[in-house]
Structures are given as structure tokens and as C-alpha cells.
């Protein structure tokens, strides 16, 4: 999860400088048809017939448009705001995750359990107070909506966990985007004389490919509620992307709200380790 935490934020960065000059469902075409054809070359050759054998066709089928949707929420809402700012908005997602946890899927979450994923939703909160919230305007509400396609689409993620293999749910996902991408293509297909944002656009491929397939493992080994703290890392690494690529300096109170979240995730996973622990300890029933 924290891999997959860093590849998106590699992602979201290269996003915002290609969404500058590139209109958005071209670039998310490219990305999604780049990445489905890297995914298919690296996974058929190893698990061969296997990828084909869909237990769940229509889950996975949303699964996928839930993560198209994102995708085109996050670039209009990258054109707007910082990286950092954005992913923390988004990042609303392990909390909204973990009451559906709760609620759907009857995962049982104890209250330190909640009190650590709350000190992460204050540290997010942190995070988007220095960027000034007078400004997020647009911007929070593709926030709000990547972050409500999120949620769903990690849910369902994790009810695919152990139903589907996660090359499977990977390969879905990505060849949703690609078949939707390339039948938009045509119509918004612009010419672009520059190499670099060819080059990100690749690079958007790579990571995604990455990303989601690392994200399919992780959901196939841990229930929602434990891998849902580990998604505060995607903030750190989008912060320093914004600092290192655009000079976005995290001001204090950014800082205090990272630490808040790497504390809280790091507390999250001990006590997770221990509650696992100590239920293995207790004698059959």
C-alpha cells in the first residue's frame, strides 16, 4: 500500500504538468491504453489463461469505471490546486473507507483503532488549512468527488481481494479505462509538438500499471480496515512531489499534519499487529 502510495503520487504529479497543455481525456486515454497494454505484456506471459477467468464481471466492470472516474476528477482537480493539497482532500478516503468497512462489509474495528484514523483525518485537515481555504473553490469539490469514487472503488477492491486474482482485478480495471479512453480519443484528440508531455504521459502508464497492481496484492493479503491507515503515506510522497517538481513548500502547520499522519499510521499498524497477535494466542473455541 505504501508502494502504491508512491506510484500515485509519481502519477498525480505527472498529471498536473501534462494537464497544462493536453486536454484532460486525452491524457487519461493515453494513460489508461499505455498502461492496459503494459499490464497485459508483463501478466499474461506468467499467469497465461488465468487472467481471463472473471468470477465477478460486474463488480469488476464498476470497479473500473469508478476508477476512470477518479482519474478524471483528480486531473481537473490537479489543474487547480497544489499535489499535496489535493491528495490530503482525497485523502478523506481511509475514513469514509473504514466506517463502509464497518457498515458493508461487518469488519469488526476497535476504538483506538478509530481514534488513529481520526488523528490522520486531522492531520490531512492540516495539510489543506496552509494552502488556503478560501481558494480551493472547484477545486475541494473534484476533492470530494475523486475521494467518493475512491472510497467505493477501494471497498470493492478489498470484496474482490480474495474472490479474484489481483492480476485479474488489475487487468479489469485498467482495460475499463482503455476500452472508455479510446472510444473518447477521437474526439478530443490535440496536437502536441513537445516531448515532455509525451514522455509523462508514459510515465503516467508506468506508475498506474504499478500502482494498481501493487494495490490488487495488498487487498488480497489485509481486510479494508488495517491497509486504509497506510494510504496517509500517498500524502508525504505527494508533498515532496509538489516540492521537488513545482517549489510548492510545505509551510509549518503542512509539516505538524504529516507527522500527525505518519504517527497515527504507524500506531494503526502496531496495534493491528498486536490485536492479530493476540487473537492467534487465544485457544480454539
Not at 53 to 58: M, S, T
Not at 66 to 83: D, E, K, N, R, Y
Amino acid at each position: 500500500m505504501v508502494l502504491a502510495g508512491a506510484c500515485f503520487a509519481v502519477l498525480d504529479t505527472s498529471a498536473k504538468v501534462v494537464a497544462a497543455s493536453v486536454p484532460i481525456v486525452m491524457a487519461a486515454a493515453i494513460r489508461y491504453l499505455l498502461q492496459a497494454a503494459l499490464s497485459t505484456v508483463v501478466l499474461a506471459p506468467v499467469h497465461g489463461r488465468a487472467l481471463l477467468r472473471v468470477r465477478h464481471p460486474w463488480l469488476q466492470a464498476v470497479r473500473g469505471s469508478l476508477l476512470a472516474a477518479s482519474t478524471i476528477l483528480a486531473m481537473l482537480g490537479l489543474q487547480i490546486m497544489p499535489v499535496g493539497e489535493f491528495t490530503a482532500i482525497v485523502m478523506i478516503t481511509p475514513m469514509v473507507v473504514t466506517v463502509l468497512a464497518v457498515s458493508v462489509l461487518k469488519e469488526r474495528v476497535s476504538m483506538l483503532h478509530w481514534l488513529f484514523v481520526a488523528g490522520g483525518f486531522a492531520g490531512a485537515l492540516l495539510i489543506v488549512r496552509p494552502g488556503g481555504q478560501e481558494g480551493l473553490g472547484w477545486g475541494a469539490l473534484y476533492g470530494l468527488g475523486c475521494m467518493a469514487c475512491s472510497s467505493a472503488f477501494q471497498l470493492l477492491s478489498n470484496h474482490l481481494g480474495p474472490r479474484e486474482h489481483p492480476a485479474t482485478t488489475h487487468l479489469c480495471s485498467t482495460w475499463i479505462g482503455a476500452a472508455a479512453g479510446a472510444l473518447a480519443l477521437p474526439f478530443v484528440w490535440a496536437t502536441v509538438d513537445s516531448s515532455l508531455p509525451w514522455t509523462l504521459m508514459v510515465l503516467m502508464g508506468i506508475m498506474g500499471a504499478g500502482g494498481h497492481f501493487v494495490l490488487a496484492q495488498a487487498h488480497q493479503k489485509a481486510p479494508a480496515s488495517i491497509l486504509m491507515p497506510y494510504m496517509y503515506a500517498h500524502i508525504g510522497f505527494a508533498v515532496l512531489a509538489g516540492w521537488v517538481v513545482f517549489g510548492h513548500v510545505p509551510q509549518p502547520l503542512a509539516i505538524a499534519g504529516i507527522g500527525l499522519i505518519v504517527g497515527c499510521g504507524v500506531a494503526s499498524a502496531w496495534w493491528s499487529a498486536r490485536q492479530r497477535q493476540a487473537a492467534g494466542s487465544m485457544p480454539a473455541t
